[in-house]
């Protein structure tokens, strides 16, 4: 009987380690003002298409969240880089590069998509907010997406 309660309060106590983990994933998108949204898979396939990545190309994703737009382009033969703020998506993103044996093509890293090095980017990919997406045409672009399909936008630099 002992033993069968021990285990009932291991795992109550791992649900609530669950709750609090799942809160805080959450309570960091709410502070950071930019919260996780997954791409779907039809529209990654759409990004992607608009993109036309390149063999050999860089392709930059601010905010790439659970890496799903970095993998798809390094299977395109591009090198991918990320930038993500939420640890946890960082933490998943590294997991997903190691079993998808991707660790020389993709790379993520904690920062802001305002101090990410766009420099070394052939496609930068931003999957977020509207009021961010504006934000970020006025910071880099200076200018308007030259082609857009259910939302998703196409800039040229």
Do not use: C
Not at 2 to 26: D, K, P, Q, R, S
Not at 66 to 79: I, T
Not at 110 to 136: E, G
């Amino acid at each position: 009987m002992e033993i069968v309660i021990g285990v009932v309060l291991i795992l109550i106590t791992l649900l609530l380690l669950l709750v609090i983990l799942v809160g805080i994933f959450y309570f960091i998108d709410l502070f950071l003002d930019l919260p996780y949204v997954a791409t779907q898979k039809h529209k990654i396939e759409t990004i992607i298409k608009l993109a036309q990545i390149k063999k050999g190309e860089t392709v930059v994703d601010l905010g790439s969240g659970d890496g799903r737009l970095l993998f798809a382009s390094a299977q395109k033969g591009a090198k991918a880089v990320g930038y993500e703020l939420n640890p946890f998506l960082i933490a998943l993103t590294l997991i997903h590069t190691k079993l998808k044996g991707l660790g020389n093509e993709v790379w993520i890293e904690r920062k802001s998509l305002w101090r990410a090095d766009l420099k070394v980017a052939d496609v930068i990919f931003v999957y977020s907010l509207k009021k961010t997406i504006k934000k970020f045409e006025d910071f880099v672009f200076q200018k308007k997406y030259i082609r857009s399909v259910n939302g998703i936008y196409l800039y040229k630099i």
